[in-house]
């Protein structure tokens, strides 16, 4: 294991994040942060796509006949549900490898995948009823899709609890994948909730050949999909270098906390012999 | 240009997703910064 003042540099055992890059041993350098030269031309991309959905959204699509312009939160709303629903079937994949394997980087990704996943269930509810008002003309209703979103939501907060718990490493994460196996049951019955049960919400409009809506509007939520889905990507990428660094600084301070009590045993050990019967 | 109807529904919607990223994007950002000067460079596997 390296020693933590091998590379001291100002103060902090790994450089003081204003130096961002320090030498690693075989000659590449080891970044200050959790940026790469592909994560950044990821993010370039994000940006550039998030200004591409700004014009199409607000500017250059029409409003809709029924809808007017509140058909413009569609553009976030639908993607974010889209990718709340791909974060989930991460977290759910990542679980069960990390069951299989007991590898810390499938633990990390469950973990960074299930944040961001919350997050977009927070977008997803929160533009939802801000379409809803004045299309249903109210901001919630006890609908069967609504509510099991808000379900979903609430197991994911579960979830990130879990993780949270100051508990054995192992257990947590052993406890938190087995709640994961169980996000991808939940997306199914969230996704179907509008074919199974009488629903206020409308039905799926694109995943027909022929979707029910056309022309710029399309555009606008095809540039959506492409600026969310860039966007949730770029987070990933970095909440789960985050997350592994998390790892990292853990275990380095279960080792730093052992050799203490080592040493501390050792000196005792030497006390007792020096001790005169 | 024609007045956007339910302009306060659509700022609110779009001004709150980006907050909401923006303000998760810095929270990630800087903690990984703070996380990096706690871990060895050959535990920075990216590059």
Known sequence: MTSPTSTTVTGTPYGDGRAPDTPRAAGRVAPGNTGSRASRVLGILALGSIVLLVLYGLVWSPPDAEMADSVRLMYIHVPAASFLYAGCFITTVASAMWLRRRTPGWDALAGASAEISLLFAAITLGTGSLWGRPTWGTYWTWDARLTSTALLTALLVGYLALRRLDVDPTARSTRAAVLGLLLVPNVIIVNRSVEWWRSLHQRSTLVKLDPTIEGQMLVALMVGFLAVGLVFTWLLVHRFRVAWLEYQSERLDLDLALAERRAEAGHAGEARESTPA | ?47
Request: cysteine-free; charged content about 15%.
């Open chain 2, 1 to 47: 240009m024609m007045a956007m109807t339910h302009a306060g529904y659509i700022a609110a919607g779009w001004g709150g997703a980006a907050a909401l990223v923006g303000a998760y994007a810095a929270w990630v950002l800087r903690r990984g910064r703070t996380l990096s000067r706690q871990v060895p460079p050959e535990e920075r596997r990216w590059s």
